[in-house]
């Protein structure tokens, strides 16, 4: 499970390719395409190719929660043909909400992009204290509760 | 559902290359080794629903998206 230590990635996302999830997206194992687009400095948005209903805000994690960080395990970089770091773009999925405080970020499960081959997943961490509702906007770095690791 | 019986360090082969051993039984607690492709996800079964759950939440319309957003400019971060 060791690989390279993915911190602070720096890809450039400024175009909007379609990238292919060849498990889907759990939930929605159905879709394999999606399309990632910068939507502005902070928030991309991740659209079904098909069914542009099944849209996600996601963001960089490294901006809001500056020492996120986790390994990508063997078997990921297999699947989405990752040779070296450059390659490799982190967005996370933001479940939004009316109330500001109670926009959450998860990640317990990383969207992990091959900015070079346009594959693309999204990995569940193993042995890990991240959940998939962490306080976008928090600053503290309390465990949250709902824990799901 | 397939019903086995297994005792500690007896093992299932599930079609040619998933085997999974009972490693310990203590209590109710079962440790369980799991060789398997490379290729085959292994997630525990209440994480993976949880983040299948969470995406399901979080999905919503690309416009309505859209807007959302605009609502939160200004107010990033």
């Known amino acids: 499970m060791t690989a390279d230590h993915v911190h602070q990635e720096k890809a450039n996302l ?19 395409e999606f399309l990632l687009q910068e939507h502005n400095e902070v928030f991309s948005l991740l659209s079904a190719v098909d069914q542009p209903e099944i849209s996600f805000i996601t ?5 809001f929660i500056p020492d996120y960080e986790f390994s990508l395990p063997d078997d990921t970089m297999l699947d989405i043909e990752v040779n070296n770091r450059e390659q490799v773009a982190v967005r996370c999925i933001v479940t939004w909400h009316s109330e500001r405080e109670k926009i959450t970020i998860n990640l317990l499960a990383p969207l992990i992009f091959n900015v070079e081959s346009f594959k693309a997943k999204q990995i569940v961490l193993q042995n890990t204290i991240y959940t998939t509702k962490h306080p976008l906007w928090s600053s503290s770095e309390a465990v949250e509760e709902g824990g799901d690791s | 559902m397939l019903v086995l019986t297994r005792k500690k360090g007896e093992s299932i082969v599930i079609g040619n290359d998933i085997v999974i051993t009972v490693l310990s ?9 799991i060789s398997a492709p490379k290729e085959v996800d292994i997630y525990r079964k209440e994480i993976f629903e949880a983040i299948q759950k969470n995406n399901q939440n979080a999905a919503m319309d690309l416009e309505r998206i859209k807007n959302v957003i605009l609502d939160l400019n200004g107010t990033n971060k």
């Open chain 1, 14 to 32: 400024t175009i909007a390719p379609i990238y292919s999830f060849p498990k889907g997206l759990p939930g929605f194992d159905q879709l394999k």
């Open chain 1, 59 to 63: 963001v960089n994690p490294f901006d």
């Open chain 2, 25 to 33: 039984v203590e209590g109710d607690v079962i440790k369980l080794g």
